[in-house]
T-cell receptor, first 114, second 110 residues
Framework: DGGITQSPKYLFRKEGQNVTLSCEQN?????MYWYRQDPGQGLRLIYY???????QKGDIAEGYSVSREKKESFPLTVTSAQKNPTAFYLC?????????????FGEGSWLTVV | DAKTTQPTSMDCAEGRAANLPCNHS???????VYWYRQIHSQGPQYIIH???NNETNEMASLIITEDRKSSTLILPHATLRDTAVYYC???????????FGKGTKLTVNP
């Protein structure tokens, strides 16, 4: 099936450890995104990439890092510098950048830091 | 900040049409109106979007007023599985981000 696959669905980590969330899409989309959602809140943009080997910071990039070495993959690393990493993380993609192009979301990954 | 205003919650009877309003009085000419919905612990699901004209797809219809300051999402025959939080989003032409507000919690009752 075509779509956006995020893994793992649930992840627990100790404070101070880096953790990497995987996002893969087989939709041949150029643009990919990472959002964060806290309970009862809307989504906030962490990073986005319009094309391979390029990415831009969103509104809350501090404490996060990304790479875009392949078109289909956009992993997110939550570093120990992120002060409140416990959240629901959502990966998304669109055929290309631009407001007229629909953004589609994966099923999300729950990260709990203890 | 979100550029839209939606009611906090709404109820609808199963089988009836659900009409979800959204105000976006400061919308600009190059900004699209997008609707998503989210069921708890799942990723947002795209429903429909439009710029100026009314739009319809297999899930819903989007009615945009002539002055573009408000819109209505219509689910023609609501089912229990349509219970979710519905987000109305205005997305600027040069923007890569979707700004989600708090949305409308729609409850479809048997």
């Amino acid at each position: 099936d075509g779509g956006i696959t995020q893994s793992p669905k649930y992840l627990f980590r100790k404070e101070g450890q880096n953790v990497t969330l995987s996002c893969e899409q087989n939709l041949n989309h150029d643009a990919m995104y990472w959002y964060r959602q806290d309970p009862g809140q809307g989504l906030r943009l962490i990073y986005y990439s319009q094309i391979v080997n390029d990415f831009q910071k969103g509104d809350i990039a501090e404490g996060y890092s990304v790479s875009r070495e392949k078109k289909e993959s956009f992993p997110l690393t939550v570093t120990s510098a992120q002060k409140n990493p416990t959240a629901f993380y959502l990966c998304a993609s669109s055929i290309r950048a631009g407001a007229g192009n629909t953004i589609y979301f994966g099923e999300g990954s729950w990260l709990t830091v203890v | 900040d979100a550029k839209t205003t939606q009611p906090t919650s709404m109820d609808c009877a199963e089988g009836r049409a659900a009409n979800l309003p959204c105000n976006h009085s400061t919308i600009s000419g190059n900004e699209y109106v997008y609707w998503y919905r989210q069921i708890h612990s799942q990723g947002p699901q795209y429903i429909i979007h439009g710029l100026k004209n009314n739009e319809t797809n297999e899930m819903a219809s989007l009615i945009i007023t002539e002055d573009r300051k408000s819109s209505t999402l219509i689910l023609p025959h609501a089912t229990l599985r349509d219970t979710a939080v519905y987000y109305c989003i205005v997305r600027a032409g040069g923007s890569e981000k979707l700004v989600f507000g708090k949305g409308t919690k729609l409850t479809v009752n048997p």
